[in-house]
């Protein structure tokens, strides 16, 4: 008997198509029935390829094989689902199957699905479509009693070909032409473009742009004490009259820009008396709405640092492998209009779950679950609905799969929670003409937040009254006044910060956002609720960019690298900068939108993405990398080498008349032009942050010209190290910074490091040694002449974890042995926290004393090996010196064949130099001694230990001097 095939998206889908329809019996991975046979892909199952006579190796990439413009495309099975092909094709040819209904996801990617399995299973059995928007199984039914045929859905189909075919255009071909034209001197170096990874890219790179070209300004607050009958309270001035100003945004109401304007102020209102008025009006907030894939992965990442795609893995865990979730994949953040239903069956499952049962009874017993628009919106649903809890009981979650189902669940029950109730208090005191601003917010009903743990705030929280309150009319705020007095007003220099780096929440949020600012109509109406990429590809999309070295992670924040500077200089000196803005995706979709109303044929579409290419090809080749236009600076410091005139270009700095030039980017860190002009002049810079190892570590050197004019390292250990020969420094036009406290001599800068003269030279008798540079904390002269005289440094801000990659603060201290430690601020005890620990034998939690190593530490013999060790006990140390002599001996850009080294226009090696040090810790010239725990995160700053890795300092197999 003759029936239809039902293809379904993924397997879950599949499941409840066979519920709801009823009579299936399940054969592995396919159900059958009288009346049908269903199954399901695991998503994309086929991909599209060039034939292969347009397939170019990797190491062939030239501009003589592009660009790769195939008549028509292939398709590739993908490898991984290679058995679910097989089935489905299978499935397709059996001889009873007299149609095939494509059941996939009702949007363009399940079309394209769909589309490209029957392709590739050259399927002849006519087709209809189920189109579905929610997933009751009264929906699913009424869908089977409405299939759309196939004729009304060929233009969708048109669309989602053409959206795949132009993204695999323009990425091989604009990333194949930018590495050419990167590779041409030699070499292989990938650039990788995309229409949607690059205009993410852009997006960190022009924030990283804004906070270079930021220079932070003084400016000064007056802040009141004030004081009433019923108490004090707190006010900051302000100007009545300010109004924004768009020249300069920094400007704020509260803001005074001279120091005497600001002291006038205060001192003309310091003990005098003024008068307060308040204004107070309730104020509601309703629950954020429900999760999509992109809102779950921002609060997952400012909550608990989760990535976007460790997010995404989560989710997707809890959907397929736990049943708890639904589908994640999704940008919606509404659910279907028949869902009622299902939502008070899922409150009846979270009746009984614990830390959940008690909202769930109370949403059942209230009767919260209505038909609103705000939750329940066909309009708001695409492919897929919110994300929501499952009638599944999860069980034996991880901790992480327990968080995210929990953030889950708890925005699932506070949208049907009443909202959260606020009065709003805003107090204005004038005092002597000028005004000070105060608010409160009095949370008096919880609502929704009581899920989160909020209650309803005591009263006593509130101001202090100021006189009677007179309830306002219908629709207006209630009003208090009084005198009060203002005993106390201060003034406070602040200064202002750059913008802030994105971090994944944010990243996220700025690509689900790139088209509103948009300023053409179409296009911004055509990416309105789309953005760059979709749920399902951002977290990969960013994963990418750092993968492929464009950006890398310390701590939150996403640090745009110098390879994305020189990415983003070359696509605007080409021409070419469509592919860094959002606007391409927004022509796309406008285009495509069309195409899916029958308003543009396919054929036009790819003809211009064919142009598009063409051009981004032949731009890529009429350049050379030096002369790439760009806004380049002159030098003002004259060729060391010939005395002429230095210019910058897209790769280097070179002399217009001699072979001089240095690089742009010495082990991945972009010079400031004011760097490389002292550089130039006095021959030397530094200590300089921000370079980074081959494996990607943090390290600070100092860099040099040498005499035969090339770029080295130079980590600062060069005189009195190497061997009892060498003559000692001479510290005689130096003032010492203070006492040894070790031998009792007397301290100097050398180098990387402060060093007690006795510690270098033949005639070494010490080994006090530390960093001037501590985990990428500078330790200026003034903080280590305190220390040394005090025993302990301020608190400095600007640490960086070894092992988390995050800042934190602590005090440099002096311990009674001489060794250098952290001690962290006081905070209160947590139950059942471990005793404090000894300097470096604690975590960045623990405050370091002086009192020995903790108790876990004394009883773990494991541990107790990796405490600091002599230089002569380092293996580590030991293996690299010899490989270390070598990378140091190499000139500028001597790779390869060495051809364009000996003309001066090689490329340099730095990032190589940087990838031979190595030391027991791992740490590249900011490296410290192991702490007692490998498990902790901040080591030691000790420098006693004469491993030469003091607070900073380098190991041995990285003193003297580096090519860079």
Known sequence: MPKPLIIAEKPSVAADIARALGGFTRHGDYYESDDYLLSSALGHLVE?????????????????????????????????????????????????????????????????????????????????????????????????????????????????????????????NGTRAMTAFNSRDGGFFLTTVGRVQ?????????????????????????????????????????????????????????????????????????????????EAKPSTQFSPALFDLTSLQREANGRFGFSARMTLSIAQALYEKHKALTYPRTDSRALPEDYPGTVRETMKMLTDAGAYEAFARRVLEQGWIKPSKRVFDNAKVSDHFAIIPTLQRPK????????????????????????????????????????????????????????????????????????????????????????????????????????????????????????????????????AGKGLGTP?????????????????????????????????????????????????????????????????????????????????????????????????????????????????????????????????????????????EQLLRDGSIGPLQGFRSKQGRPFAAILRITPEHKLEFDFGQQNGEAGDSEEAPDFSDQTPLGTCPKCGGSVFEHGLSYVCEHAVGPQRSCDFRSGKIILQQP????????????????????FVSNRTRRKFKAYLVRGSDGRIGFEFEARAPRKGAARAAAPGAG??????????????????????????????????????????KRAGARAEGRTGKGKAARKGKGEDTASRAAATRRNAQGEAATAVPGPAS????????????????????????QRGKRAA
């Not at 089935?87 to 397709?92: A, D, G, H, S």
């Not at 899920?451 to 101001?463: F, K, T």
């Not at 330790?779 to 600007?798: C, D, F, I, K, Y």
């Not at 190593?853 to 006990?873: L, Y």
């Open 779 to 798: 330790v200026e002269r003034a903080q280590m002449s305190r220390l040394l005289e005090t025993g302990r440094t301020e608190l400095l801000n600007g």
């Open 536 to 676: 399902a590809t951002r977290a990969a999309i960013i994963e990418g960019l750092i993968d492929q070295g464009y950006m890398h992670r310390e701590g939150r924040e996403l640090v745009a690298t110098a390879k994305a500077f020189q990415l983003l200089t070359l696509l605007r000196g080409l021409g070419v900068a469509e592919l860094t803005l959002p606007e391409l995706t927004g022509e796309w979709e406008h285009k495509l939108s069309q195409m899916e109303h029958g308003g543009l044929a396919r054929e036009t579409f790819m003809r211009e993405i064919a142009e598009m290419t063409r051009r981004i090809v032949e731009q890529a080749k009429g350049y050379g990398r030096d002369t790439v236009p760009g806004d380049y600076a002159t030098l003002e410091t004259p060729c060391p080498s010939c005395g002429a005139t230095v210019r910058e270009n897209y790769r280097r700095f070179a002399c217009e008349s001699c072979d001089f030039s240095i690089t742009k980017t010495p082990a991945g860190r972009l010079f400031e032009i004011d760097e490389v």
């Open 843 to 884: 975590g960045e939690d623990a405050p370091a004393t002086d009192a020995g190593a903790t108790k876990s530490s004394r009883a773990s013999p494991a541990k107790a090996k990796t405490k600091p060790r002599k230089a002569g006990a380092s293996a580590a140390g030991a293996r690299t010196r010899a490989g270390a």
């Open 48 to 172: 599209i390829a060039a034939p292969e006579q347009y397939e170019v190796k990797r190491g062939k990439w030239s501009f003589t094989h592009l660009p790769v413009i195939p008549p028509r495309f292939d398709l590739k099975p993908i490898d991984k689902n290679s058995d679910r092909l097989k089935l489905l094709t299978r499935l397709i040819r059996r001889k009873d199957v007299d149609r095939i209904i494509n059941a996939c996801d009702a949007g363009r990617e399940g079309e394209l699905i769909f589309r490209l399995i029957v392709q590739h299973a050259k399927a002849r059995q006519p087709v209809q479509r189920l189109w579905l928007q929610s997933m009751t199984p009264a929906a699913i039914r009424q869908g089977f009693e409405s299939l759309r045929s196939d004729t009304e859905l060929i233009p969708l189909a048109d669309a989602a070909r053409c959206r795949s075919e132009a993204d695999w255009l323009v990425g091989i």
């Open 396 to 527: 034996s979650l991880s901790e992480t799969e327990q968080k995210i189902y929990d953030l889950v669940t708890r925005r699932f029950l506070a949208v049907f929670f009443p909202p959260a109730e606020y009065l709003v208090t805003t107090r204005i005191t004038e005092v002597n003409a000028h005004a000070f601003r105060t608010e409160g917010r009095v949370l008096v009903e919880p609502g929704w937040l009581a899920i989160y743990g909020r209650e309803a705030a005591d009263p006593d929280s509130s101001l202090p009254a100021i006189g009677p309150v007179t309830p306002g009319a219908a629709g207006k705020p209630a009003t208090a006044a009084g005198p009060v007095s203002a005993p106390a007003v201060e003034v406070f220099e602040l200064t202002t910060k750059p913008p802030a780096r994105y971090s994944e929440a944010t990243l996220l949020s700025a690509m689900e956002g790139a088209g509103k600012l948009l300023e053409d109509d179409e296009l911004r109406s055509a990416m």
């Open 198 to 278: 690059t205009p993410t890219l852009a997006i960190v790179v022009e924030r990283e742009e804004r906070i270079r070209r930021f220079v932070a300004r003084d400016y000064f607050e007056v802040r009141a004490t004030f004081e009433t009958e019923a108490g004090r309270y707190e006010g900051r001035w302000f100007d009545p009259d300010f109004r924004k100003d768009e020249s300069d945004p920094e400007r704020r109401a509260e803001r005074i820009w001279e120091r005497g304007r600001a002291e006038d102020i205060r001192d003309a209102c310091v003990g005098r008396d003024g008068f307060a008025r308040d």
């Open 934 to 957: 490998r498990a902790e995160a901040p080591p030691p700053a000790s420098g006693t230990t004469g491993e030469g890795t003091a607070a900073g300092g380098p190991t041995r197999s």
